[in-house]
């Protein structure tokens, strides 16, 4: 064998090596490239978030939400975790309306709504008033706090009568009624003496698929139970349940009749009337003598005798009154109307 076949035989070994590294090159290269591709397309988003994720939390600083879309908050809990149960009411002389605007700097324009979590029911409060201003301060200094720990939204609501004709407590409730439904879509409704202060918050200001009556008992009667089908003082009915029956009556000026009246509509509706037990729901109401201006009503039994032949065309149907002004203060709205006078 000469020098050249050997020449020609090591070249030709080499021709053969340097294509078989080509062709192991362009292999590992096509595996490569295809491996990439299907990794992103399974997951190139995911990587990427968790990724941002990961970065703003470890910088450890509350970055701005850019994405526009509410927190969402939670329903509240079945039981509010604030309550508080039965307490000792106080009721200084000394008490201001600042002090209770200043203690209340979540209420604005007499509405409050939980900050953390979406109440479970929205509630007008409405109270008939006119000359007792005391009490009403008293019963804000107590029921904002009391149904702050429910965990409401809420809303408070003073009719006041203007003038000095007989006082028509009745009325001023179908009127609070009309009006707060211009505000809001409130699901519930609580009826509200001014001087009754509830004593445990366990007394729920909700409503339920019956009317309630939510005093049971209160100081001055020992608290017990007045008497079987008493309704008065303090009562929650939803939107419906109170347009069913078309509102109280307007024709009780004076004392007395107007919530035996209401508990006649609640029965002809075949509604019953539900109570909390008689250890939570108990008030204090505030001593008073009878007003000049709401003496006893003498024609009420001869009313009420006519509750089936005429709650249809008595009530909400037929409130005629004229609204002389709405003020929303810091605590309540303040509505005052005209409701005319008894007519004999
Ligand atoms: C009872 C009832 C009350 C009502 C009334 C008869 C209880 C606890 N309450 O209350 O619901 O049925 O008998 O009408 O049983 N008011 C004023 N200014 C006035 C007069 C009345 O603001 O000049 C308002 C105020 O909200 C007061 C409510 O009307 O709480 C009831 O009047 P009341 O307190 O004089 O009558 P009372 O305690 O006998
Ligand atoms: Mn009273």
Redesign the pocket.
């Known amino acids: 064998m000469g020098i050249f076949s050997t020449v020609s035989k090591v070249v030709r070994r080499s021709k053969y090596f340097l294509l078989l590294l080509l062709s192991l090159s362009v292999l590992a290269w096509i595996t490569n490239f295809s491996g990439e591709t299907v990794k992103s397309i399974l997951a190139p988003r995911a990587t990427t978030q968790t990724f941002i994720r990961g970065d703003e939390m470890n910088s450890g600083t509350a970055e701005p939400d850019q994405s526009n879309t509410p927190i969402e908050k939670g329903e509240c809990p079945q039981v509010s975790p604030l309550l508080k149960g039965a307490m000792n009411l106080s009721f200084a002389s000394s008490l201001k309306l600042k002090d209770v605007e200043s203690a209340n700097k979540g209420v604005t324009e007499g509405e409050y709504e939980p900050s953390d979590c979406t109440s479970r029911q929205s509630v007008a409060i409405l ?6 201003e005391k ?1 009403l301060l008293y019963l804000l200094h107590h029921l904002h706090p009391f149904l702050q720990r429910q965990q409401l939204h809420y809303a408070i609501y003073v009719i006041q ?1 203007a003038g000095d004709a007989t ?1 028509n ?2 009325k ?1 409730l179908n009127i609070g009624y009309l009006e707060a439904l211009k505000d809001y879509g409130w699901e519930c409704f609580i009826f ?5 202060v509830p004593e445990n918050d366990h007394n729920l200001y909700v409503c339920d698929k019956q009317p309630k009556h939510l ?1 049971v008992g ?1 100081n001055s009667t020992g608290y017990k139970l ?1 008497y079987k089908g ?1 309704f ?3 009562t929650a009915m939803t939107r419906e349940q109170f347009l069913q029956v078309n509102g109280f009556s307007n024709s ?1 000026w ?6 035996d009246d209401l508990r006649v509509r609640v029965e002809l509706q075949k509604m019953k009337i539900l109570r909390p037990p008689a250890d939570v729901a108990r ?1 204090t ?1 505030v001593f ?1 003598n ?5 003496q006893i ?1 003498k024609y009420r039994m001869g009313l009420l005798s006519q509750t089936l032949q005429v709650w249809k065309k008595d009530g909400l149907n037929s409130c005629s009154y004229k609204t002389l002004s709405v003020e929303r203060l810091p605590l309540y709205v303040n509505v005052t109307a005209d409701i005319g006078k008894p007519q004999v």
């Open positions: 109270i008939p008033h006119r000359s007792r009490h009568q006082f407590r009745a001023l509200h003496d001014v001087d009754l005093v209160r007045r008493y008065g003082g303090v009780y004076g004392w007395g009749g107007e919530d008030y109401m008073h009878r007003d000049s201006g709401n009503n």
